[in-house]
């Protein structure tokens, strides 16, 4: 293992299937797929480079996860993005001699991993430091950012050239699909992320008058649109969440407009099911929380790209905004009106649950067994 790892016997792992996700930071999104990975694939341990405290228990994680040792200072005042020039360095000196299978969840440069066994890559999207560089601009300390574009540029030459090492991929979107085609020139399966359908549910609760935005306040997801149009159309918004761009959004919200900065997991379905509609301005891979919505029978109103054109049908789900701009959105909040009825949108997001995601990756891992 390195330095980089705390010893780990690697005959413990001869024959078995291994996990590597990125990191953990929190129960959504991607770590959700990673946890959903380890059951369907009975992996018998994980590998990440670090995960927030109480994490792994909150995504029903069982089996041991080890973490690099960067962990603690990675953690220590969310510096896990400093950690990216030696991602390469730290998964290359991971050594698993005798794996049968490695699958790894991708979003940054986990498959930097030395070949081992046959190799199944969930990617939940091309490294963004890489191929969306432009989008992380914001994410990094002022002093860094001019080193960015000529940093991408290595790192895509890197991540073309591992991306060989993968013996399958598996695309969480037809749109990631096609990035995956472009940075690699590779073909991809698409397996939808799975939805948990019991911990979201229709609601006897009345609906309130107020539009809902939530998730982590980074600046690509445009929570900024939605505060904006809210604050120029005078509607009520609820924004809920933290994250880099808080403060800013904060500083541009007027009277119509109210900050729920960290609801628990109980509050935020509880947001979700009495919304007018949840809102989601940015380009997402796939967009978890709009099929999330949807299970809750809330409708959503999200831009007409992306992950969203797979999730959001306009007959049922919600509406398809065609720019970022204040002004557009600003109209599709005073005029919305729901397309269809809360079963339906259930029943639709009925099709992206767990047991289907189980379902198809058994029937990926078991072709690419063959």
Excluded at 144 to 154: E, I, K, Y
Excluded at 226 to 248: H, I, Q, S
Excluded at 268 to 290: C, I, K, S, T, Y
Aim: charged share 20%; glycine share 8%; with cysteine.
């Amino acid at each position: 293992m390195r330095w980089w790892w705390p010893t780990v016997d690697p005959s413990s792992f001869v024959g078995a299937t291994v996990v590597a996700h990125e990191w953990m930071t929190a129960a959504t999104g991607s770590d959700k797929v990673a946890a959903q990975l380890v059951h369907v694939a009975d992996a018998s341990a994980v590998f990440t480079l670090w995960a927030a405290p109480g994490v792994t228990d909150a995504l029903g994680i069982s089996v041991p996860v080890h973490e690099s040792r960067v962990a603690r200072w990675a953690r220590s005042g969310d510096r896990g993005h400093l950690v990216l020039p030696l991602m390469p360095i730290i998964w290359g000196s991971l050594r698993l001699a005798g794996v049968d299978t490695l699958v790894t969840s991708s979003h940054a440069l986990v498959n930097s991993l030395p070949a081992q066994g046959r190799r199944l890559c969930y990617c939940h999207t091309p490294v963004r430091y890489g191929w969306e560089w432009r989008l992380e601009r914001g994410r990094l300390p002022v002093v860094l950012r001019p080193t960015l574009r000529p940093g991408a540029a290595v790192l895509r030459s890197w991540d073309r050239r591992m991306s060989a090492r993968v013996d399958v991929y598996v695309a969480n979107s037809w749109f990631v699909a096609g990035r995956i085609e472009r940075a690699y020139g590779r073909a991809a399966t698409v397996v939808h992320p799975p939805i948990q359908l019991e911990r979201f549910s229709l609601s006897e609760a009345p609906r309130t008058n107020e539009f809902l935005v939530a998730g982590r306040m980074v600046a690509y997801k445009r929570a900024d649109v939605a505060v904006r149009a809210a604050t120029l159309a005078d509607v009520p918004l609820v924004v809920a969440g933290r994250g880099p761009e808080f403060a800013r959004l904060t500083s541009l919200a007027g009277p119509s407009v109210r900050f729920v900065e960290s609801p628990s997991d109980e509050e935020l379905v509880a947001m979700m099911q009495q919304a007018r509609a949840v809102l989601h301005v940015g380009v997402e891979d796939f967009g978890m929380m709009l099929v999330e919505a949807q299970a809750c029978g809330t409708p959503v109103i999200a831009q007409a790209a992306g992950g969203a054109m797979e999730t959001v049908d306009p007959a049922m789900s919600g509406v398809l905004v065609e720019s970022v701009g204040v002004e557009e959105w600003a109209a599709a909040l005073t005029g919305f009106r729901d397309p269809g009825s809360a079963s339906a949108r259930r029943a639709w997001a009925s099709t992206f649950a767990t047991e289907v995601f189980h379902r198809r990756m058994r029937d990926v891992l078991g072709s690419s067994s063959r």
